[in-house]
C-alpha cells in the first residue's frame, strides 16, 4: 500500500488549482471539493447537483456510515454555483464520459480521479499524491490554521491524536524539522 502525502505548498496548491481550472472545469470542482471538505474519494464522487445547492453537504459515509453535515463555505459555493448553473438536480457532479450501460451517465471511478490527480502531481513535480492527498491536504491545511485536533479527529473519525497527526503528515514535517540539526 503507497502512502500519500498531503500538499503541503501553498504556492503549488494555488498553482494546481488554477492549472485544473483552465484546462478542465470538472476536475477543478472535484479538487475543490475534494480540499475544502476533507470527505473521501468514495464520499465526493456519487455526489449529485442537488447534494451541493444547500448550505451543506449532507452524506452517509460509506466507509463509517456515519452521518456527515459539511458547510459549503463562500469560495466553494461560488465555484459550485457558476459549475451546476443549468445542470439538472439529478445529474451526478462528476460525470464520466464513458457510459456503463446504454446511455446511463455515471459518475467517474475512482481509479480515473487517480489518474488525473496523479497526472496534475507529476506535472508539478510532487510525488506520494494519490485521490486520499485531497482528504490529507484539508487536514493539513485545517490543522496548521486552527491547531484543533480534537476537531479535526472528529472530522476524519480518528481515535488517537497521534493518528491524526501522522495521517496529514504534521508528524512526520515535526520529525523532520527536529532532526534536521541534530547531529552528534
Given at each position: 500500500?503507497?502512502?500519500?502525502?498531503?500538499?503541503?505548498?501553498?504556492?503549488?496548491l494555488?498553482?494546481?488549482?488554477?492549472?485544473?481550472?483552465?484546462?478542465?472545469?470538472?476536475?477543478?470542482?472535484l479538487?475543490?471539493?475534494?480540499?475544502?471538505?476533507?470527505?473521501?474519494?468514495?464520499?465526493?464522487?456519487?455526489?449529485?447537483?442537488?447534494?451541493?445547492?444547500?448550505?451543506?453537504?449532507?452524506?452517509?459515509?460509506?466507509?463509517?456510515?456515519?452521518?456527515k453535515?459539511?458547510?459549503?463555505?463562500?469560495?466553494?459555493?461560488?465555484?459550485?454555483?457558476?459549475?451546476i448553473?443549468?445542470k439538472?438536480?439529478?445529474?451526478?457532479?462528476?460525470?464520466?464520459?464513458?457510459?456503463?450501460?446504454r446511455?446511463?451517465?455515471?459518475?467517474?471511478?475512482?481509479?480515473?480521479?487517480?489518474k488525473?490527480?496523479?497526472?496534475?502531481?507529476?506535472?508539478?513535480?510532487?510525488?506520494?499524491?494519490?485521490?486520499?492527498?485531497?482528504?490529507k491536504?484539508?487536514?493539513?491545511?485545517?490543522?496548521?490554521?486552527?491547531?484543533?485536533?480534537?476537531l479535526?479527529?472528529?472530522?476524519?473519525?480518528?481515535?488517537?491524536?497521534?493518528?491524526?497527526l501522522?495521517?496529514?503528515?504534521?508528524?512526520?514535517?515535526?520529525?523532520?524539522?527536529?532532526?534536521?540539526?541534530?547531529?552528534?
Amino acid at each position: 500500500m503507497n502512502f500519500v502525502q498531503p500538499i503541503r505548498d501553498s504556492k503549488k496548491l494555488e498553482a494546481i488549482k488554477q492549472y485544473l481550472k483552465e484546462k478542465n472545469e470538472r476536475d477543478y470542482i472535484l479538487f475543490l471539493v475534494g480540499i475544502n471538505t476533507g470527505l473521501r474519494i468514495s464520499d465526493i464522487l456519487p455526489l449529485k447537483v442537488s447534494s451541493v445547492k444547500g448550505s451543506h453537504i449532507v452524506i452517509t459515509e460509506k466507509k463509517t456510515k456515519k452521518r456527515k453535515n459539511i458547510p459549503i463555505r463562500k469560495n466553494l459555493r461560488k465555484e459550485l454555483d457558476a459549475y451546476i448553473s443549468g445542470k439538472l438536480d439529478s445529474d451526478y457532479l462528476f460525470p464520466s464520459r464513458n457510459k456503463k450501460r446504454r446511455s446511463e451517465v455515471v459518475p467517474i471511478s475512482s481509479s480515473m480521479a487517480y489518474k488525473m490527480l496523479n497526472g496534475v502531481a507529476r506535472q508539478f513535480g510532487l510525488k506520494e499524491i494519490g485521490t486520499h492527498s485531497m482528504r490529507k491536504t484539508f487536514g493539513y491545511y485545517f490543522y496548521n490554521e486552527t491547531k484543533d485536533i480534537a476537531l479535526l479527529m472528529d472530522l476524519f473519525n480518528h481515535t488517537e491524536q497521534k493518528v491524526t497527526l501522522r495521517y496529514v503528515g504534521i508528524l512526520q514535517d515535526t520529525l523532520d524539522d527536529v532532526l534536521r540539526d541534530f547531529e552528534l
